[in-house]
């Protein structure tokens, strides 16, 4: 396997730290604050894990916590200055309250600048930590207990190396019926405009008999949707192919659901799309960033494939999987993104009939080769394009959605929603509403009666 694996002997160091700092911290809550993606929500689990370890009792209330800890996502800048001004709430809070700690964490803290930035701004964070520190989370504890000043865990090594794979670490989930499993970290592509790979480092791959003790556990122990998770998972290098990991992940017996996230175009195989329409526990959905559908653009963002491969490959995946959702990226006002090539993104939308777009205005990163490009493009016409893609994935995403009308659907229930709906969510990710109570982490039938762009509702037939 790829990635240097944390030694056990660290791993019992780190268990032995925390038995010595739980008299001290016994009973004191602690709080979580995450932000980004599921890859920084599966970390928060693996932080909140260490934390109980340490003897912290974990809350959802920061205003009963006295530990907060903020876990940053550096993607697009606006995520970045709501973490800010999440830290900033806290600082009256911290000169009344002396003992309360304030600890940043995720891709934030990985970059340089944003770390000198908290430092001189932020005087009331107490610690910073990297991506690749989490299992030492009880040595970060024992430092914050006896420390005088400011301090961070950042790893020294130079770009390229940084990054280790710890097994053996507790994990508080936050759900007793889905569950993310890391299949790797880090990512090696380098899309131009993409902060991913400068924050967290090159990819390593788990070995795949960790990833599969981890999922058996909790098929065993009642889990019913389990994601695996990686930058890039499909470049997965832990023993097998991706492909033949989440076959393996899916196989062991009994009703539960294995999906995974992200795929890159370029590496998504035909045998991980034959994988998912043979195996009956591989959900069918296909999550497949695009981005763009000009190949100038594509090629500026060194996303190495076509728009026409694309479309094969979109075709492969809606022809071999039935019932399939086809999911995607798209990011609007790209450097030197024309009118033109905005037109090719729309026509291929068209074309294809995603399920689902997350789109995303371009947001350049400090460090990134795209930030560096010529011609960024003003934000009322991102705005603009931003506008029309969803008007016209609107449109799409409610014909496609009609389709199911009249149809059953299995659908793994999240019980009532915060708005008092009874939901949960199909094979192909969707949310279904219904009309019956049914025990959140049960399946149950649901003939689909009414279909929004966004969500299915129906009746429970069983
Ligand atoms: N600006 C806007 N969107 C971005 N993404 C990644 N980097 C940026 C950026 N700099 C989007 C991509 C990716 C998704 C997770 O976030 O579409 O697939
Ligand atoms: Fe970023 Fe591209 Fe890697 Fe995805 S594949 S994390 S967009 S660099």
Known sequence: MSGCVVPESEIARQYSIAESVRPMVAGTKACIITFGCQQNEADSERI???????GYEMTESPDEAKLII???????EHAEIRALSEAGQF??????????KIGLCGCMAQQAHRREQIYKSYPYVDFVFGTDMHHRVPEIIKTMLGAKKRFSFISEKPHGEFGVVSEGMPVLRESGYRAWVSAMYGC????TYCVVPHARGHERSRAKEDVLYEAKSLVESGYKDITLLGQNVNSYKGGCSFAELLDAAASFGGEY????????????????VDVIAH?????????????????RVLKLMNRRYTRAQYVEKAREIKEKIKDVSLTTDII????????ADFEQTLSLVREIGFDMIFTFIYSPRPGTAAAKMEGQTPRAVSNARFAALSEAENAIAQSINDKYLGKTLRVLSDGMNKNGVYAGRSTQNKIVTFDKPVPAGEFTNVKIITAGGYALSGEVTE
């Open 48 to 54: 909140a894990g260490a934390l109980r370890l340490c």
């Open 70 to 76: 903020i876990n940053t996502c550096a993607v697009r």
């Open 91 to 100: 600082k009256n809070r911290k000169e009344r309250e002396r003992d309360l």
């Open 188 to 191: 090696d592509n380098f899309c």
């Open 257 to 272: 659901r294995v999906r995974f996230m992200t795929s890159h175009p370029k590496d998504a195989s035909s045998e991980l």
């Open 279 to 295: 195996n009956p526990n591989v959900a069918h959905h296909f999550h497949l960033p695009v981005q763009s559908g000009a190949d």
């Open 332 to 339: 609007c006002g790209f450097p030197g993104e024309t009118d």
